[in-house]
């Protein structure tokens, strides 16, 4: 026969608090009867709503009603949804007592909610900051528009490479690289750096001008190439 000492029973479990999770069912009606019927339009569409999750009736909203709570029906209800109620609170002395009866425990009311004091808001200091600021002058280029005689290049031009627009003028769009050469019978507009040669009024048109929004452009107009010409 074996023997058990009282030590060795006292090992076989212990007693400690526990905080449960729990769905907190907040009751406005005494009516247990459209409870339910609001409860079954509430989960009509989530059959699975609920997977027997513990429940806490809370009766604040309902503590200084006349009518009694049938405990009962509300237990009933809320098991055939998958719930296990458990415990109330809020309520009067005599809905607690009710509840009880039903087998549901005294649950503490929740604490009230602690509002921290604010801090004192510390003044903002004042700094004078100063700050370098760089003004930029825009300046509007205007770009004409390429006509039946205007031949547009919108490419750079790399070294080696020639442009020349018979007959009609030139507008270059990308740069022109040293050693690249742009030429026209009519003007030319460069509104990229010019780093090339270019040569406006090719043909001997001495109205023809080189205009370049860029630095350091070789260029030439029609009385400095007029003895050159281009082979037609």
Avoid: W
Avoid at 5 to 30: C, E, I, M, N
Wanted: charged share 25%.
């Amino acid at each position: 026969m074996a023997l058990t000492t009282a030590a060795q029973s006292r090992t076989s479990f212990d007693l400690k608090s526990a905080s449960l999770p729990v769905v907190a069912v907040v009751l406005k009606t005494t009516d247990a009867a459209q409870f339910a019927a609001d409860l079954a339009d509430r989960v009509a569409d989530a059959p699975g709503f609920f997977d027997f999750d513990p429940v806490l009736i809370d009766l604040a909203a309902v503590k200084d009603a006349e009518d009694p709570i049938d405990f009962a029906a509300l237990v009933a209800t809320l098991r055939s949804h998958s719930t296990l109620p458990v415990a109330v609170r809020g309520g009067s002395a005599a809905q607690m007592e009710a509840a009880r009866a039903a087998g549901l425990a005294a649950a503490p009311d929740a604490a009230p909610v602690r509002v921290a004091e604010a801090a004192p808001v510390a003044e903002p200091e004042v700094r004078e900051v100063i700050r370098e600021v760089e003004v930029v002058r825009e300046v509007q280029v205007e770009v004409p528009v390429a006509g039946p005689g205007t031949v547009v290049i919108d490419k750079p031009l790399r070294s080696g490479q020639q442009v020349y627009a018979r007959g009609a003028d030139l507008v270059v769009m990308a740069v022109v690289s040293f050693g690249a050469e742009v030429i026209a019978d009519g003007n030319i507009h460069v509104y990229a750096p010019l780093r090339g040669r270019a040569i406006a009024g090719a043909r001997g048109n001495t109205e023809a001008s080189c205009r370049t929004t860029g630095a350091g452009a070789r260029r030439r107009n029609s009385r400095r190439a007029a003895g050159r010409g281009r082979a037609g």
